[in-house]
T-cell receptor
Framework: KAGVTQTPRYLIKTRGQQVTLSCSPISGHRSVSWYQQTPGQGLQFLFEYFSETQRNKGNFPGRFSGRQFSNSRSEMNVSTLELGDSALYLC??????????????FGPGTRLTVL | GENVEQHPSTLSVQEGDSAVIKCTYSDSASNYFPWYKQELGKGPQLIIDIRSNVGEKKDQRIAVTLNKTAKHFSLHITETQPEDSAVYFCAASIPGNQFYFGTGTSLTVIP
């Protein structure tokens, strides 16, 4: 069974630009969660989508948004990029919505560098 | 919301020794506690998990214990090997809510 895939793996952008990251969950998984990982802050929860609906949202500004498609694939978008947005963005999928005791499986991440 | 604290932040052990990483959580409603291992350049990989109705779980050299009364859970790695060197994260999950992660422990196993 294929794991969680994320594209692109690496991205370099400049301040003020916007970026879209993509995540394909494990086949059959309907929940996708996004995390930002930085050396000083660890894993910070961005949002979770389940059956195309945003279920939970972390404490990030409105510049961070996401969506989920009917095939469970998810995208996250960051507008007006800032230097502090440089991070590893991780996507995790699970069978059911989080909080139901289902395991989350992570993708390899997208390394975003903002210059 | 839930608050997960993880200690220590760094840990060095000699090959063959045991390593213990501890996490505490604040919300007694948390009922699922996974542990992840993250190697350089990769995403976190689940290594073991435990649910609130179980006190201990073991998988070969890895074990996790849960103390619901004290609200803490620990990861135990025995007979450590150099390939165990990585960053380890604990997490807690509340029904209907997101996962909350600890800040990570960088484990170095010295050959």
């Amino acid at each position: 069974k294929a794991g969680v895939t994320q594209t692109p793996r690496y991205l370099i952008k400049t301040r003020g630009q916007q970026v879209t990251l993509s995540c394909s969950p494990i086949s059959g998984h309907r929940s996708v969660s996004w995390y930002q990982q930085t050396p000083g802050q660890g894993l910070q929860f961005l949002f979770e989508y389940f059956s195309e609906t945003q279920r939970n949202k972390g404490n990030f500004p409105g510049r961070f948004s996401g969506r989920q498609f009917s095939n469970s694939r998810s995208e996250m978008n960051v507008s007006t990029l800032e230097l502090g947005d440089s991070a590893l963005y991780l996507c995790a999928s699970s069978l059911a919505a989080s909080g139901g005791g289902d395991t989350q499986y992570f993708g390899p991440g997208t390394r975003l560098t903002v210059l | 919301g839930e608050n997960v604290e993880q200690h220590p932040s760094t840990l060095s052990v000699q090959e063959g020794d045991s390593a213990v990483i501890k996490c505490t959580y604040s919300d007694s409603a948390s009922n699922y506690f996974p542990w992840y291992k993250q190697e350089l350049g990769k995403g976190p990989q689940l290594i073991i998990d435990i649910r609130s109705n179980v006190g201990e779980k073991k998988d070969q050299r890895i074990a996790v214990t849960l103390n619901k009364t004290a609200k803490h859970f620990s990861l135990h790695i025995t007979e450590t090997q150099p390939e165990d060197s990585a960053v380890y994260f604990c997490a807690a999950s509340i029904p209907g809510n997101q996962f909350y992660f600890g800040t990570g422990t960088s484990l170095t196993v010295i050959p």
